[in-house]
């Protein structure tokens, strides 16, 4: 029936195997990470659906850190006009709030990678480790249930894990589509983040595995 085609293709994708498409689904072929505005124009609605549901865990006055993503770029979108600190080695996020008067944006020094909007390097977790957050709010390339939290340059996967270690609680956004798939670095655990925010309900092998981590997860 068409039911049981769109669950078989939504669990297709869920689980890393297929991408959905009007009129069915296709295989991805590409290796590698899409360059940043490919990624802009994917699953936008998906990712505002999750910035949304990942705005209550900030409170007014709140010192947050931000990173570089399309995921997260709709979640700081979502706090202009908010009484707040922004930490970012985000080009993108910080020339969002160029003229809000409330927030303070803090850009973090380093080498400026335009294939990704963003700042990295050693300076930039050198920057980073200068300072504690109440929150750290980051994208993620996928999840894997052996492997956990992955990303495909280590650059990424470095400044992650040392904003974990920096922050009293950790989010990572991360849309169905990432879920199942295998990528080259290993960034984090499942148990060492605090929040997970996703646009739909997990596998039952995720699900399971974050309520057995105490791992938080909010369904946008």
């Known amino acids: ?40 124009r994917i ?20 010192t947050v850190f931000i990173d570089t993503g399309t995921t997260t770029l709709a979640f ?25 008067a409330h ?7 380093g080498e400026m990678k335009p294939y990704y909007r963003g700042v990295f390097g050693h300076r930039t977790v050198a920057a980073l ?5 109440d929150l750290a709010v980051m994208g993620i390339v996928t999840v894997h249930r052996e492997h956990g939290f992955m990303d ?13 270690e920096q922050t009293r609680r950790s989010v990572i956004l991360a849309d169905s589509a990432k879920f199942g798939r295998l990528g080259t670095i290993r960034t984090l655990g499942l148990g060492d983040i605090d929040v997970l925010v996703t646009n739909a309900a997990l596998p039952s092998e995720f699900a399971d595995a974050f309520r057995g981590l105490n791992v938080d997860v909010i369904h946008a």
């Open 1 to 40: 029936s068409t039911e049981t085609v769109r669950r078989d293709l939504r669990d297709l994708e869920m689980r890393g195997h297929a991408r959905r498409v009007y009129g069915g689904a296709v295989i991805e072929q590409k290796k590698g990470d899409q360059p940043f505005e490919a990624r802009a």
């Open 43 to 62: 699953g936008m609605r998906e990712k505002t659906r999750i910035a949304a549901a990942a705005l209550p865990l900030v409170e007014d006055g709140m």
């Open 76 to 100: 700081a979108r979502q706090l202009l006009g908010r009484r707040i600190s922004i930490h970012t080695n985000s080009i993108g996020i910080a020339g969002m709030f160029a003229d809000d």
């Open 103 to 109: 927030a303070q944006v803090t850009v973090l020094g």
């Open 129 to 133: 480790r200068e300072h504690v957050y």
């Open 152 to 164: 495909l340059g280590q650059e990424e996967a470095v400044l992650r894990r040392a904003a974990v």
